[in-house]
């Protein structure tokens, strides 16, 4: 059962998560996709899962297209790009942290999946950031070196491809076609800011028109809220 879906609720979390780091951001927003009272906690989960939970509350709020603008790495032309949430789609964990295993020197090495707690726990702009991730992910712990840890570096995609999303692009000018990172999480966040900036200056507008409060103009639907706005220009 997943949270009811309100534009307070909305507002509440762009409140809680203005200043936060993107993990943090991330994890409010895929709370709203996962309901009340997890038995995991989501931080505690495959950034897969993370991600296809961000993906659904996606489409519930703004629909399955995304628009985008990417400059092609040959050409150098802009482009204007309509990605759809089936694009970044990927199956989700089939356990609740995959966990696998490789032999390497005469060793079995088990690792499981990043988590967001990983990513919250690590100084991304840590010279050592990429290696102390990787370090989290060994199961057991234990020293590892630089082999081990870029052989399951190169393992993980494998064990949660839903981690890391990425597009399939093609420039129509120089037929240049490459594969690009998206900031799922960055991209929705963006989308709800300008979602809650645009509806507390509806509440400003209204709140001082008709003197009513933040909750009598959220409990106005969209369409009526926008007749008001109208009346309220002359």
């Known amino acids: 059962m997943t949270t009811e879906l309100t534009e307070a ?17 991330a994890l409010l927003l895929g709370a709203l996709a996962d309901g009340p009272d997890p038995a995991v906690p989501l931080a505690n989960r495959p950034l897969g899962e993370l991600n296809a939970l961000l993906l659904e509350l996606r489409e519930r709020c703004f629909g399955t297209a995304l628009p985008c603008a990417t400059d092609c790495p ?3 032309e802009q482009l204007d790009v309509i990605v759809t949430t089936s694009e970044l789609r990927a199956l989700r964990p089939s356990t609740p942290v995959p966990v696998g295993a490789l032999h390497l020197d005469g060793r079995e090495v088990a690792y499981r999946a990043l988590t967001a707690a990983d990513l919250l726990a690590v100084d991304p702009d840590a010279p050592d950031a990429r290696s102390a991730l990787v370090r989290r992910c060994l199961v057991g712990g234990g020293a590892a070196g630089d082999a081990v840890l870029e ?9 949660d491809p839903g981690a890391d999303t990425a597009v399939a692009l093609a420039c129509p000018y120089c037929r240049h076609s490459w594969s690009a990172a998206f900031d799922l999480a960055g991209y929705l966040w963006t989308e709800v800011e300008a979602y809650a900036r645009r509806l507390l200056h509806e509440v400003h507008q209204l709140a001082r028109e008709y003197g009513w409060t933040e909750a009598e103009v959220l409990g106005v639907s969209p369409t009526r809220r926008q007749y008001y706005l109208e009346a309220a220009a002359g």
């Open 9 to 25: 609720r909305l507002l509440d979390i762009w409140e809680a998560g203005a200043g936060q780091r993107p993990p943090d951001r």
């Open 74 to 76: 040959r050409c150098e």
């Open 151 to 159: 052989a399951v570096a190169e393992r993980l995609a494998a064990l």
